[in-house]
């Protein structure tokens, strides 16, 4: 039989999404539509319609040694150029949102080539070469893996995941990259590292509470799904932290 | 910080607040009688962008201005998240949740009783401050900052 994977243990919601973002044959629920050009602006790597900045010659242009690993993979279109490696951030609130950043990497991984996800505790940054992180960057701002309140695109100073949210429903941001505009709808005014935009972007309307609490992968025993209520997960937790403990002693199967 | 214990309540909205509700739920505060000291947390809106390739360029935020509470001005630095307060004595704290319970009523907020005020002066305050500092305003600001306390007189 083939292998099949599960992704995840779990019977709640929350364990559903998680599975549901991470299978790549599953397609994610696109909610709002951004152009090339606003992604660009966020991002903040080079100026919009400028041409792509090169760490190397094309590959085609090089003589490439004679590699069975190089045969076997094939580039992506970054690699293919010389692009640069760049690199987008997210800090997801712990208050609902969409993603989170282990689940980010999950999912990228299952998802995307030629990347390098680093995952850290309140954010996530992905990098890749540029042309495909723009690609990449745009799949993550459109679809269901972001929302514009609980979610930031953050290169630094990324504080505010485990703060409580502002009135308005927005999660902190100390250099305040992304507004809620009076018609409801959040504009990114700085790009991801804090500079003034020339104009601003904007990514929709914040979705409401239960559409997060229905979409979230966050476990929230005040505001969502709490985790302790999901047994499946809580045992297959536990079972994993025995093993491993065991495993230090290195045990022998009778 | 005095040698009299005083009891010393902690006001946490379970949103953080806009610097129009923080100045409104100040003025609220400023016109109860019985309130010794009061201090506002919560986190920084720095001036300058302080990390990343951005560092040391401004940062504009709109929540980075100044609000008048009585007769003061208050440049607020911080995103208001909790206010705590030193009280005369155990009835106004009743009179603050009161107040605090017809205040938050788009959102929750707790009201906590315990120690929340520096209680004993550090080595920074005493590098900073000397061995005379006046010992009722040593905790209120950040020793760091250079910034000193604002004083309130709802009377006048």
């Known amino acids: ?70 045969k076997l993979v094939k580039p992506t279109d970054g690699a293919k150029a010389g692009d640069r490696v760049r690199y987008i951030q997210f800090a997801d609130s712990m208050f609902n949102a969409p993603c989170q950043p282990y689940q980010r990497t999950y999912t990228e991984m299952y998802r995307f080539r030629g990347i390098d996800p680093g995952t850290l505790s309140g954010r996530q940054i992905v990098e890749c070469r540029e042309r495909d992180l723009e690609k990449y960057a745009k799949d993550l701002v459109e679809t269901e893996l972001l929302d514009p309140a609980r979610t930031g ?51 929709g309307k914040p979705l409401d509470e239960k559409w997060l609490k229905a979409h979230t992968t966050i476990f929230h025993s005040l505001v969502g799904t709490a985790y302790r209520d999901d047994t499946e997960y809580i045992e297959y937790v536990q079972r994993i932290h025995s093993l491993r403990t065991k495993y230090g002693f290195m045990p022998k199967e009778e | ?100 319970d017809d205040f938050f009523v788009e959102f929750p907020y707790l009201l906590q009783e315990g120690r929340f005020m520096k209680s004993a002066p550090t080595l920074v305050d005493y590098a900073k401050y000397g061995p005379d500092a006046d010992r009722s305003l040593v905790g209120l600001t950040d020793p760091r900052s250079g910034e000193k306390p604002v004083f309130i007189r709802p009377d006048q």
Do not use: W
């Not at chain 1, 709002?32 to 660009?40: A, F, G, K, N, P």
């Not at chain 1, 703060?163 to 700085?190: C, I, P, S, T, W």
């Not at chain 2, 005083?6 to 129009?20: D, G, N, S, T």
């Not at chain 2, 962008?49 to 040391?56: E, H, K, L, T, W």
């Open chain 1, 153 to 203: 695109i953050r290169g630094a100073t990324v504080h505010g995941h485990s703060l409580r949210l502002a009135e308005d429903g927005m999660m902190f941001d100390m250099l305040q990259r992304n507004v809620l505009g009076e018609d409801g709808v959040v504009k990114y005014v700085k790009n991801q590292i804090g500079e003034p935009l020339d104009r601003a972007v904007s990514i």
């Open chain 1, 1 to 70: 039989m083939a292998y099949k994977p599960q992704y995840g243990p779990g019977t709640s919601i929350v364990a559903e999404n998680r599975r549901k973002q991470m299978n790549p044959n599953q397609k994610l629920e696109k909610v709002r539509s951004v152009t090339d050009e606003d992604i660009v602006l966020i991002l903040g790597h080079r100026a919009p319609g400028s041409a792509y900045p090169t760490a190397h010659p094309p590959l085609a242009e090089q003589q490439e040694p004679d590699c069975p690993m190089r």
């Open chain 2, 1 to 100: 910080m005095t040698n009299a214990t005083f009891p010393q309540v902690r006001i946490v909205p379970i949103r953080m607040l806009k610097p129009e509700t923080a100045e409104r739920l100040l003025n609220m505060l400023a016109g109860t009688a019985g309130i010794r000291r009061m201090m506002i947390h919560g986190p920084g809106l720095p001036r300058l962008v302080p990390y990343g390739p951005a560092r040391g360029s401004p940062n504009p935020h709109s929540d980075r201005k100044a609000i008048r509470v009585a007769d003061a001005e208050i440049a607020l630095r911080v995103q208001v998240g909790t206010v705590v307060l030193e009280v005369e004595d155990t009835s106004t704290i009743e009179e603050i949740r009161s107040l605090c």
